[in-house]
């Protein structure tokens, strides 16, 4: 998941054809919110492993992840 984001949030930074009626505010917050939903599912998907079993150190990390999607919406809609 966040991954997908990564590949997703390189297309937004770096356009591989650029217009001239760019918007790099608008641009700046759908990288900001894509991030924010890769590592909400990043964590989504953490507690979803550590329930399923998979180790009990994806109950560890996924609070990590799910504060840093929380951060990245802050500052979204702040």
Known sequence: MFFTSRVTRSEIKRR???RHTDDAVRRTNQFILIT???WLGAGGLAIIASLAGEGQEW???APCFLVMGALNLYIAFR
């Open 16 to 18: 591989l054809v650029r």
């Open 36 to 38: 924010a939903a890769g």
């Open 59 to 61: 109950l560890f990390v």
